[in-house]
């Protein structure tokens, strides 16, 4: 079956930075809309960016703007994100998504979702 294997997480200080990595299998990227969202405990999923199909369009949450990048390999099958300047408060499971059709922004219109991978921020 498909499938979207994040990695890349960890524990860092604030301040420094991750880059995390979302591999597919059994599903050819180039195809859709690739995004990351993250879930922090007790709190609703919340978009962080979308990168369309051929890479040229990118769109980031506020929360996020200026301090991460994300960007794919079609040839690789993997999209990444460029986690900089990391807060407390980006503390969180980091999940990607493929996006077929509907909203960038809205996890329900995501077609296929990886396991998420944890990223924690220390003070």
């Known amino acids: 079956q498909v499938q979207l294997v994040e990695s890349g997480g960890g524990l860092v200080q604030a301040g420094n930075s991750l880059r995390l990595s979302c591999a597919a299998s059994?599903?050819?990227?180039?195809?859709?809309?690739m995004g990351w969202f993250r879930q922090a405990p007790g709190k609703e999923r919340e978009f962080v960016t979308f990168?369309?199909?051929?890479?040229?369009?990118?769109y980031y949450g506020d929360s996020v703007k200026g301090r991460f990048a994300i960007s794919r390999d079609n040839a690789k099958n993997t999209v990444y994100l460029q986690m900089n300047s990391l807060k407390p408060e980006d503390t969180a499971v980091y999940y990607c998504?493929?996006?077929?059709?509907?909203?960038?922004?809205?996890?329900?219109?995501?077609?296929?979702w990886g396991q998420g991978t944890q990223v924690t921020v220390s003070s």
């Open positions: 998504a493929a996006l077929n059709s509907g909203s960038y922004f809205v996890p329900s219109d995501y077609a296929y």
């Open positions: 059994r599903l050819t990227i180039s195809n859709y809309g």
């Open positions: 990168i369309n199909w051929s890479g040229r369009s990118t």
